[in-house]
């Protein structure tokens, strides 16, 4: 089966490296995957991604890339809906016969539902919604933690069989989501990722301003994340809560909050939300 990618940013990079260099189970008369073109909007791009993936043609066009069993859309959530109406055009100069059945097209994004690819899906294209739940922040690293990931998927139930196949052999855990769930779904991704680089900055920043040595932050933060991680891993969030929320010690609070607007507003209010949701875990808790 000939797959292309269009995109080639991290995740692109990452699942097309899976591609080109695996051997996924799909079935007893499956053809294996051969990865065939990478477009980017520059071609300089798409040769970067191509030397990194070790596979694939280089294009910056779409009206340049050839027939394929399956595409890939790895673009930003704003360019999706414009990435497959160009991709419809091209596909209907390519004639409907190009291909002996209807390809298999996915875009990458946690928020938004397979309806972002109507324009497809109304040309005959088993379309689906496929989201990885990992942290992409380095290639190597995660081309590796890859294949431990959970990934969501929605969309045509052919395109969810191919998807759920291929993921499942390379060791991805898959579960389904309607599309009406998508945003709540991802708002709750980025709480328990995304959030926490800001959180581990902000906590930096605030050591810094209060005269904790260098050499002291930096073994603070690691030593404090891994306890954290190791508590709510081995006892549930709402058990390894602590601090003055799960005291209730609404006094500290509000001494924490007025230090805080003097210096910071912004993290004065990020501190009052984030208090508000642990006070009512800890008090959840003791019912």
């Known amino acids: ?149 959970i990934c969501a998927l929605e969309g045509h139930p052919k395109a969810l069989e191919f998807f759920n196949a291929l993921l499942s052999s390379w060791g991805v855990q898959c579960f389904e989501v309607q599309a009406e769930n998508k945003l709540l779904y991802h708002a709750a991704a980025v709480f328990a990722t995304n959030f926490l680089p800001v959180l581990a900055h902000t906590a930096l920043q605030l050591w810094q301003t209060s005269g904790v040595p260098t050499e002291i932050r930096q073994n603070l933060l690691p030593a404090l994340l891994n306890n954290a991680t190791r508590n709510i891993l081995a006892l549930g969030p709402q058990a390894a809560l602590t601090g003055p929320a799960a005291r209730q010690d609404l006094e500290l609070i509000q001494k924490q909050l007025a230090a805080l607007q003097n210096l910071n507003p912004e993290i004065a209010n990020a501190y009052e939300s984030l208090s508000t949701l642990a006070l009512n875990m800890a008090q959840a808790l003791k019912k």
């Open 1 to 149: 089966m000939k797959v292309n990618l269009i995109g080639a940013g991290k995740l692109g990079k990452v699942v097309a490296y899976w591609v080109a260099h695996s051997s996924p189970a799909l079935g007893q008369n499956a053809a294996p995957l051969v990865l065939q073109d990478v477009c980017t909007r520059s071609l300089e791009s798409a040769q970067h991604a191509v030397q990194i993936i070790k596979a694939g043609h280089a294009t910056s066009s779409i009206t340049q890339m050839q027939v394929a069993d399956v595409w890939m859309l790895a673009v930003s959530d704003s360019q999706i809906a414009p990435v497959a109406q160009a991709l419809a055009l091209h596909l209907q100069n390519l004639g409907q016969n190009a291909t002996n059945q209807p390809p298999i097209i996915c875009h990458f994004s946690g928020a938004l539902a397979s309806d972002q690819l109507q324009v497809l899906t109304d040309r005959g294209a088993y379309c689906a919604s496929v989201h990885p739940i990992l942290s992409f922040a380095q290639f190597e690293m995660a081309v590796q933690q890859f294949q431990h990931a």
